[in-house]
T-cell receptor
Framework: GAVVSQHPSRVICKSGTSVKIECRSL??????MFWYRQFPKQSLMLMAT?????????EQGVEKDKFLINHASLTLSTLTVTSAHPEDSSFYIC?????????????FGPGTRLTVL | GIQVEQSPPDLILQEGANSTLRCNFS?????LQWFHQNPWGQLINLFY???GTKQNGRLSATTVATERYSLLYISSSQTTDSGVYFC??????????FGSGTRLQVQP
């Protein structure tokens, strides 16, 4: 099956530091990856769409200068949380789209739990 | 944007019981997926089911696209089935829009 990895799985950092999260599609190429955020006991909310070789598309209310997304290859997208603050503490999950003719399924990474002190 | 509603929000079952989870969506979609989020947060793909019926072991799903709903059936539930079940939909190559989930607890 299609496998998506994320690293790190858990990170604790001090307020004001930057944190980079990697999302990789291990056994398929993904021109499009997505970044979601999930707060405790809530559903997943889309943050941005990451397209290989072009700028990411951010959802309304998501600060593009705070959440930097880079999709440099067909198997890797990164999310950098810049100058993190306690309110950025959350569970960040990426997904990659496995598509073909008439087929469009998404697979999710295991998530990264960010705690900002 | 498209709205996705799931019911019930919470469900407690005794081991061995059967259950039906429902997902309603507000507009036509090309794709619908069911996920199980385990206690560690990992989303497990259960079904990719834009229409029709599929079965995988004790789980089965049916999507009636023309009536904008999907059902997930869990039979002979086990404690390992506990967790949150999400329905998510999209059109084309867009990101998925998630429902609010059904939190299932299976008691021994």
């Amino acid at each position: 099956g299609a496998v998506v990895s994320q690293h790190p799985s858990r990170v604790i950092c001090k307020s004001g530091t930057s944190v980079k999260i990697e999302c990789r599609s291990l056994d398929f190429q993904a021109t499009t990856m997505f970044w979601y955020r999930q707060f405790p006991k809530q559903s997943l909310m889309l943050m941005a769409t990451s397209n290989e070789g072009s700028k990411a598309t951010y959802e309304q209310g998501v600060e593009k200068d705070k959440f930097l997304i880079n999709h440099a290859s067909l198997t890797l997208s990164t999310l950098t949380v810049t100058s993190a603050h306690p309110e950025d503490s959350s569970f960040y999950i990426c997904s990659a789209r496995l598509g073909g003719a008439g087929y469009n399924e998404q697979f999710f990474g295991p998530g990264t739990r960010l705690t900002v002190l | 944007g498209i709205q996705v509603e799931q019911s019930p929000p919470d469900l407690i079952l005794q081991e061995g019981a059967n259950s039906t989870l429902r997902c309603n969506f507000s507009d036509s979609v090309n794709n619908l997926q069911w996920f199980h989020q385990n206690p560690w947060g990992q989303l497990i793909n259960l079904f990719y089911i834009p229409s029709g019926t599929k079965q995988n072991g004790r789980l089965s799903a049916t999507t009636v696209a023309t009536e904008r709903y999907s059902l997930l059936y869990i039979s002979s539930s086990q404690t390992t089935d506990s967790g949150v079940y999400f329905c998510a939909v999209n059109t084309g190559r867009r990101a998925l829009t998630f429902g609010s989930g059904t939190r299932l607890q299976v008691q021994p």
